[in-house]
């Protein structure tokens, strides 16, 4: 019998983690051959169809999660109505809680949905259909799979629980034939399950369990040999215990100095053994994830995020003065009690720690979550499909999150530019109500909509236009200007002039001292004139056409 996985993701960098561990589950099962479907949400559903159908699958399995779950549903309905015979199961997030018996009840191409890890679920499940297939009964065998919701006859019926897999870290995934290492990075799983009580995730207060060190270290050799140099954790409390912590941040630079790790990281829990290890990371080997969501104490407690935002703040705050990583920061709109005020006081508090990105996003209200149950005594008012995203609130009407979804899109454009951060920066320092009055400005000249980004010069010249009257803003706009060689003499370098040679005095900023001098071959030096300093540039395009490859500066006195 064949089995052929539909592996849907939201983009070509993913690729399913499921299908590999479920495949690993499954290989004693020698009545079944494996095959695989690959394919993004933007290609064709209909070319999609045809290549599940042109396998011959007796049965076909899908993870239905947030981003893929309209376009898995489109493709899977194509193909029972071509191969009717051919079974469908699903499982992954969209099956949580009530949800995979809503599914088998509204989609009646879906033969078996399933709750719980696939490792645990799909075995028997396998069993029970080779058995009706060789003619045997096999309804006592559905009954017996945990988490499963199947049909029989007219019926839908529902074993209840979920599935869970007590060995899930005994056999690495990368071990399966199905493990892509094709893709710009691959999934890591250290830990499963998250003690903490945040009713918006899919995995809050679940069981806890750590993978061992030792299991770490053999799956991270196994990729490493593989020449996977870009990984990321699954590992929603990476840093809960101090001493594992550790021992990870060790194993990562000791043992893989050349591989880049992605992790999520609890501003709270930095007690000053992980921070010590956190500064002596290797540069640039780290990218952290904090989840600060909302500072709020009131919209904090009715989410169910227990700690002290005044501790988060701090923890990031330290992050922030690590030069050696970089932190990406996350906040939520959309909290039950939260304001438009409390969102815009959220990200002056967060831009002030310094992280390198802030995502603000839409709270989502999934399926399976306590927050869904809980959402209309909250007051949360949301879409009830994907991306399930809030649409009003007793305190946000749905004018104020169309302006978050604005005020996001400002951060992207903006402050995660690394070329335009410190500007950014700069100007919230200096500007009293700099974001709303930015945020006015732009969307004043259509200049702020969901659409296609601006180029980095026109981004550039939008905030020269704005900052002009700010002379430290403007002074940083110009150098940065400059660093990315845009055209000197114009936009925020219009005082720019070449220069023959730079003071002794003058400091290095980046690159080398020896470009100092002009007669260098291909090198030409620009001085700029600003109001605290004058700042030199140089330029060689054979080494870097779109890019300053030194600069100095010296203070003036005024």
């Not at 932190?327 to 039950?336: F, M, Q, R």
Request: glycine share 6%; aromatic share 8%.
């Amino acid at each position: 019998m064949r089995l052929t996985w539909l592996s849907l993701n939201a983009s070509y960098s993913h690729s399913s983690l499921a299908l590999p561990l479920a495949h690993n589950a499954c290989q004693d099962l020698t009545d079944w051959g494996w095959d695989v479907v690959a394919a993004t949400i933007g290609e064709d559903p209909a070319e999609i169809a045809v290549r599940l159908h042109d396998s011959a699958p007796d049965l076909v399995c899908a993870t239905l999660y947030l981003f893929t779950l309209e376009r898995s549903l489109d493709i899977l309905q194509r193909l029972k109505i071509t191969r009717p015979e051919c079974l469908i199961a699903v499982g992954g997030p969209e099956c949580l809680g009530n949800e995979a018996t809503l599914l088998l009840a509204h989609y009646p191409f879906i033969d078996f949905a399933q709750r719980g890890e696939a490792e645990a679920g799909l075995p028997p499940l396998l069993n029970a259909i080779a058995a009706e297939r060789a003619g045997q009964p096999s309804a006592d065998l559905l009954a017996a799979v945990p988490g499963l919701v199947w049909r029989q006859g007219t019926q839908v019926i529902d074993n209840g629980g979920a599935a869970f897999f007590e060995n899930w870290a005994a056999t690495p995934p990368c071990q399966s034939p199905f493990f892509d290492t094709t893709k710009p990075f691959v999934q890591l799983e250290t830990s499963r399950g998250c003690p903490f009580q945040c009713t918006y995730c899919t995995s809050g207060n679940t069981p806890l369990r750590l993978k061992p060190l030792g299991a770490v270290a053999t799956e991270l050799r196994l990729l490493h040999a593989a020449d996977i140099r870009d990984i990321r954790l699954l590992d929603r409390t990476f840093n809960i215990d101090p001493k594992r912590t550790v021992d990870l941040l060790r194993l990562f630079k000791d043992d893989f100095p050349d591989i880049h790790f992605h992790l999520e990281i609890h501003p709270c829990l930095l007690p000053p053994v992980v921070r010590a290890e956190l500064q002596a990371a290797r540069p640039g080997q780290l990218h952290l994830e904090a989840g600060i969501q909302t500072l709020n104490n009131n919209s904090r407690a009715r989410i169910g995020r227990q700690q002290n935002p005044e501790h988060d703040l701090a923890g990031l705050a330290f992050l922030g003065t690590c030069n050696n990583l970089e932190t990406h920061v996350d906040l939520l709109a959309g909290c039950p009690g939260q304001s438009w005020d409390d969102i815009v006081s959220d990200v002056y508090r967060v831009i002030s720690a310094n992280p390198a990105e802030v995502q603000l996003e839409i709270l989502k209200v999934l399926p399976g979550t306590p927050l869904r149950q809980d959402a209309p005594s909250l007051g949360l008012r949301y879409h009830p499909c994907p991306p399930y995203d809030v649409l009003q609130t007793d305190t946000l009407s749905p004018q104020d999150l169309l302006r978050v979804r604005f005020l996001s899109r400002l951060l992207d454009l903006y402050h995660n530019h690394p070329d335009l951060r410190p500007v950014f920066r700069q100007a919230s320092r200096d500007q009293e109500h700099f974001l709303l009055n930015f945020l006015d400005f732009l969307l004043a000249r259509g200049l702020i909509t969901l659409g296609a980004a601006p180029g980095l010069r026109r981004r550039f010249e939008l905030f020269w236009e704005f900052a002009a009257p700010l002379p430290t803003v403007a002074a940083e706009l110009a150098c940065a200007w400059m660093i990315c060689a845009f055209p000197p003499g114009l936009g925020p370098a219009a005082s720019a002039v070449l220069d023959r040679d730079i003071p002794e005095e003058a400091q290095l900023c980046f690159g080398h001292d020896d470009e100092r001098q002009s007669e260098r071959q291909g090198v030409k030096l620009w001085r700029l004139d600003l109001h605290d300093r004058q700042a030199w540039f140089a330029y060689n395009r054979a080494i870097a056409p779109n890019r300053a490859i030194a600069a100095w500066q010296r203070p003036t006195d005024h």
